[in-house]
């Protein structure tokens, strides 16, 4: 019997998230099954109605399950992606959902002074160095976006894998799998002429309006782990954005 592991640093809903797509993946809840209510998952797994509110919800962020209307919420199998999902990296979201033609070059990953908005997101104190990776996304043989991401010193040692730095890996992944698990993140996104070098990066031209998402990370003590600055081409690649209420 699938439970919620207490002391798992992984989030409640998240776990319950997994217990119910491999439920659904499995076939043990068959596509178009109702999927059981909000009060029957609170008791199975001792949860809040916000955590399962929350599971649910991005259980059909993700393709998993549909509500309707007075009837409840069922199972369905994730239609191919269309965009990227910011609560999760973008080569691993659309690879889980088997889309193919995704090249990721990373351009440059080395110590650096990062800018004064990494820095201060990220509480380095003036001068101090952290590691960064730029990076470009393309779908299709057509650029969709450009990212630079910065991370604390000791966090590196973790992640720079040769498979993150090759292209061929998730940053996400890797944080994971060295135990930074995202307790909390904070995403600010505006429209905005890229860069010179950036726009270069992009192949357009330097009054072409792009969106800038930037987007920081902390785990349950508090420690900032990763800030991400991505350039979107969103006629390439539309931004999903995932939005869950908890009480």
């Not at 894998?161 to 940053?171: C, I």
Request: proline letters at 6%.
């Amino acid at each position: 019997m699938q439970t919620i592991e207490r002391v798992s640093p992984v989030p409640y809903y998240e776990q319950l998230f997994g217990i119910l797509r491999d439920r659904i993946l499995s076939g043990e809840i068959s596509p178009e099954e109702r999927l059981p209510s909000e009060l029957e998952l609170c008791r199975e797994f001792g949860l809040s109605r916000a955590t399962v509110r929350q599971t649910l919800s991005k259980l059909e962020s993700e393709g998993f399950a549909r509500r309707v209307a007075r009837r409840g919420v069922f199972a369905s199998s994730p239609d191919e992606p269309t965009g990227w999902t910011v609560e999760e990296g973008f080569l691993e979201s659309q690879i889980r959902h088997g889309r193919t033609g995704i090249v990721t070059t990373v351009v440059d990953a080395s110590s650096v002074v990062p800018p004064q908005h990494a820095a201060e997101a990220l509480r380095i104190a003036e001068g101090g160095e952290v590691f960064a990776i730029e990076r470009v996304r393309s779908l299709d043989g057509r650029v969709a976006m450009f990212s630079t991401s910065w991370f604390p010193s000791a966090v590196a040692t973790s992640i720079a894998t040769p498979e993150v730095l090759d292209g061929t890996g998730s940053v996400n992944a890797a944080l994971r799998g060295a135990g930074y698990i995202t307790s909390g993140a904070h995403r600010i996104m505006r429209a905005l002429r890229a860069p010179e070098a950036t726009a270069a990066h992009l192949q357009i031209g330097p009054d072409q309006p792009v969106l800038r998402v930037r987007s920081l990370s902390w785990d349950a003590a508090d420690l900032r782990f990763d800030y991400t600055e991505t350039w979107v081409l969103t006629d390439v690649t539309p931004l999903e954005v995932t939005v869950s209420a908890t009480r």
